[in-house]
């Protein structure tokens, strides 16, 4: 019997970073991030989170003073910031398009199932779908590289 593979479990920054993981994704250090979080703010934390953020709610945000639902910043994981600035800070607010599988439902299943097998080959938008997704990850890459100064906790520094 063949499993279902699906993109269905949410990367625990999901509220940020919009990040999801195949259902049958073998995490073994049991953190779930999307791959940008993991590159991104995996590296950058200093406080054991390992990129995990923390998010909140009626806490003031350091950059704009509001309460707001909230989100730690990656570096101390102790102090915050609103989700709004977040995604300025981070994403600069460019809305990464959504990719669609080229095919329907039932192929997609059978693909994500057995991604390796040869018959793909005559699938002439599949190879231009993963080029998609490569350039997807690429791009989100890019931004995040962007802003770099807005990115420290102004109390930690
Ligand atoms: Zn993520
Ligand atoms: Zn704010
Ligand atoms: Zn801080």
Same mark, same amino acid.
């Given at each position: +019997?063949?499993?279902?593979?699906?993109? #269905?479990? /949410?990367?625990? #920054?999901?509220?940020?970073?919009? @990040?999801?993981? &195949?259902?049958?994704?073998?995490?073994? *250090? @049991?953190?779930?991030?999307?791959?940008? =979080? /993991? $590159? $991104?703010? @995996?590296?950058?934390?200093?406080?054991?989170? #390992?990129?995990?953020?923390?998010?909140? /709610?009626?806490?003031?945000? %350091?950059? =704009?003073?509001?309460?707001?639902? !909230?989100?730690?910043?990656?570096?101390?994981?102790?102090?915050?910031?609103?989700?709004?600035?977040?995604?300025?800070?981070?994403?600069?607010?460019?809305?990464? &398009?959504?990719? +669609?599988?080229?095919?329907?439902?039932?192929?997609?299943? /059978?693909? *994500?199932?057995?991604?390796?097998?040869?018959?793909?080959?005559?699938?002439?938008?599949?190879?231009?779908?993963?080029?998609?997704?490569?350039?997807? !990850? #690429? %791009?989100?890459?890019?931004?995040?590289?962007?802003?770099?100064?807005? *990115?420290?906790? &102004?109390?930690?520094?």
């Amino acid at each position: +019997m063949n499993e279902q593979y699906y993109y #269905n479990i /949410e990367c625990k #920054n999901h509220k940020v970073c919009n @990040g999801l993981l &195949p259902d049958r994704w073998l995490d073994k *250090r @049991g953190r779930f991030l999307c791959i940008p =979080c /993991e $590159t $991104t703010f @995996g590296k950058l934390s200093q406080n054991n989170s #390992n990129g995990i953020l923390k998010f909140a /709610e009626n806490i003031r945000c %350091l950059q =704009c003073n509001k309460y707001e639902k !909230v989100v730690s910043y990656p570096s101390c994981g102790q102090h915050y910031l609103c989700l709004d600035c977040f995604d300025y800070n981070w994403y600069s607010h460019i809305k990464l &398009p959504s990719i +669609m599988f080229p095919y329907n439902k039932e192929i997609e299943n /059978e693909y *994500r199932n057995n991604p390796y097998d040869e018959k793909w080959n005559n699938y002439c938008l599949i190879q231009d779908y993963n080029k998609q997704v490569d350039s997807w !990850v #690429n %791009l989100k890459q890019e931004i995040i590289k962007k802003c770099i100064p807005l *990115r420290k906790c &102004p109390i930690c520094k």
